[in-house]
């Protein structure tokens, strides 16, 4: 049944419920997919066991007729999430053989859908990275390569297992989270959909924290439809998260069109910046005649501090994560350096041997720009210009219903060849200011490039408007026809 | 502004990461060429803009001051390195 590997989640979900297959068969073959991928890296952690049993209560319950909407269906989960007495650790050293005694309520919320756990997905660490190379475990390879070449790609970052996993076929979907990037990036890279939602409308309780007032979770998956599903049994309000968004869930999946009659496509005149690929910005022009084709009028808007986004994120993120991961002291949980004497020896032991460069880099910014006589300069700074950044989206959704730009200035890059960390953080320049303004914004796949490596449009939507941002996704994808697959090489 | 090898080993001591001398001046060039980049934000005129403190706008809740929680000692040190006693233990802080 290894063609079941190739099916999106809804072929499966309704090829399920109507017995043309069992859950187990499905199961089975993405057990085996993931068994066979090894040479990705893309799991930290492989748990067969847990889709089996899910699998098995599915079949038991689909004679009984009352099945959840993920029934059947095996999930990767980003290593981001807590999932209980399975390891959870952030990509990190420090929390190595971390078994939380509890659930993250977006995971929970999936099982809870009848989904199972093919495993947990590799990641940077702390989702702090845009290829995939700062986590403790390796890099995950891409499963796509240069035409006529054999270089490693990476799949992106930081959700970079997850975005390989869906297009490998090793996860019909899979959880990612997104600070600044880390949905969209990754499945632009590897020619998948993600869509990151309005923050607040999924749980951040349970979620290892990087940067709290941008974190959000979200899917990723082959189609739009399928991150539709996905998204509508992860989201929901939870009073255990402060900043959970008390909305109904709307029925995403439901609400799916395409006819975009009426609706207005804004094109931020700041995006088009020095340095993007020709090809990056064809393609931009191509989803515009997309989206008019499906019956929307383009219009140019302005986001004018568009350029002062990325510095501000760099800033806020840092900032916010040195304060999130003071928590990893060696004493409550994770790692402890043994072998010196006094408390704070072993604090400082403790967080030079479990974080990478990386994360030390970020936190040593974060510390920097909230100590003592810098935190106006700086942190305040920052938090004025995002209210800047954010009233330029509220002055364009005035203007418009949806706002189109590429997603990513590059197409995937090769493991190793960015070793500058701002060359890095440039891969998030058109990602980043959405995740300033809280905004729900979708990756969805356009296209190939010259070498034969995907790139990905990229919506942006007004606040809890998720359902415009996946009705503009879907219609590129039914004009796209993006059907392109990684050749197997792994 | 920009940071000299003595303040990156403040920081690091802020940050409660060690760091030996050859990793300090490893960061100094590093970080200062971040700020340098993060500094073009002084080209912003944000005069009358308060600072955004909720990206969507939402009053925080109250709850009843109420334990909901509880009795999961267990758990809590379930992954400690070192819970003796229903404690966690450390380095002896005071001789």
Redesign the interface.
């Known amino acids: 049944m290894s063609e079941l590997t190739t099916k999106t989640i809804a072929e499966l979900r309704d090829g399920f419920r109507s017995g043309e297959f069992s859950a187990r068969e499905i199961a089975d073959s993405f057990n085996a997919a993931v068994a066979g991928a090894k040479a990705l890296n893309a799991y930290t952690i492989e748990t067969p066991e847990d889709a089996l049993a899910a699998a098995d209560a599915a079949d038991r319950a689909r004679s009984s007729g009352e099945l959840g909407s993920l029934a059947g269906i095996p999930l990767g989960i980003k290593d981001l999430f807590a999932t209980q007495g399975i390891d959870t650790t952030a990509g990190s050293k420090i929390l190595r ?6 659930e993250s309520t977006v995971s929970d919320n999936l099982r809870k859908a009848g989904a199972g756990m093919l495993g947990k997905l590799n990641m940077d660490e702390f989702a702090m990275g845009s290829s995939n190379e700062t986590s403790a475990y390796g890099p995950v390879m891409s499963p796509w390569r240069r035409q006529g070449s054999n270089v490693g790609l990476t799949p992106g970052g930081s959700s970079g297992g997850s975005a390989a996993a869906v297009a490998a076929g090793i996860a019909p979907g899979v959880t990612g989270t997104d600070t600044g990037g880390s949905i969209r990036q990754p499945a632009a890279f590897v020619g998948i959909s993600g869509i990151k939602p ?3 409308r999924c749980s951040r309780w349970g979620i290892v924290s990087f940067a709290s ?2 974190d959000q979770a979200g899917p990723m998956a082959r189609t739009v439809r399928d991150c539709a599903i996905l998204l509508e049994a992860m989201a929901g309000f939870d ?1 255990k998260d ?2 959970s ?2 909305q109904p869930v709307p029925r995403w999946e439901a609400g799916l069109s395409s006819n975009l009659k009426g609706k207005r496509v804004g094109i931020p005149k700041e995006y088009r910046i020095d340095g993007v690929p020709a090809e990056i910005n064809a393609l931009w022009d191509q989803g515009i005649e997309w989206l008019k084709d499906a019956g929307a009028t383009p219009v140019e808007i302005s986001l004018p ?1 568009t ?2 986004a990325l ?2 994120y ?2 806020i993120a840092p900032a916010e994560a ?1 304060s999130n991961l ?1 928590r990893y ?8 350096e043994e072998g ?10 403790t ?2 041997a479990g ?1 990478g460069a990386e994360v ?2 970020r ?3 974060g ?2 720009v909230l ?1 003592a006589g ?1 935190y106006d ?2 942190f ?9 950044i ?1 009233q330029d989206f509220r002055k364009a959704f005035e203007q418009c219903d949806v706002i189109l730009t590429p997603t990513a200035p590059s197409a995937a890059f090769g493991i190793g060849e960015t070793t500058d ?2 060359a890095m953080y440039l891969n998030d320049v058109f990602a980043v200011p959405a995740s ?3 905004l729900p914004a979708m990756s969805v796949p356009g296209g190939l490039d010259g070498q034969g490596l995907p790139l990905g449009l990229h919506l942006i939507g007004n ?1 809890l408007d998720e359902q415009m941002v996946l009705n503009a996704g879907l219609a590129i994808e039914e004009r796209a026809g993006f059907t392109a697959r990684p050749e197997k090489w792994w | ?1 920009s ?1 000299t090898s003595q ?2 080993r403040h ?9 030996d001398d050859a990793q300090i001046e490893a ?1 100094v060039p ?2 200062n ?3 340098g ?8 005129n ?1 005069d009358g ?8 706008d ?1 009053k ?2 109250l ?1 009843d001051d109420v334990v909901n929680d509880g009795d ?1 000692r267990d ?2 040190f ?5 819970a003796q006693h229903g404690f ?1 233990a ?4 005071i001789e």
Not at chain 1, 329 to 336: E, F
Not at chain 2, 37 to 44: P, Y
Not at chain 2, 90 to 93: N, S, Y
């Open positions: 053989g971390f078994r939380p005694p509890y309005t923050y607040g007032s941008l009073p402060s900043t968004l008390d501090h350029k002062y510095p501000t760099y800033i040195s003071a002291d060696g004493v409550r949980y994770g790692l402890r010196v004497k006094t408390l704070d020896d072993m604090y400082a032991a967080r030079a974080f030390k880099r936190i040593m910014i510390t920097y100590s810098f300069a700086y305040t700074k920052a938090q004025r210009v995002r209210a800047l954010k960390p701002l300033l303004a809280g606040e | 502004m940071v303040q990156v920081i690091a001591k802020l940050a409660r990461i060690g760091m960061l590093e970080l060429n971040i700020l980049w993060v500094e073009q934000l002084g080209e912003v944000t803009v308060e600072p955004l403190t909720a990206v969507i939402q925080l809740r709850r999961i758990k809590v379930a992954n400690a390195p070192d966690f450390v380095p002896k802080v």
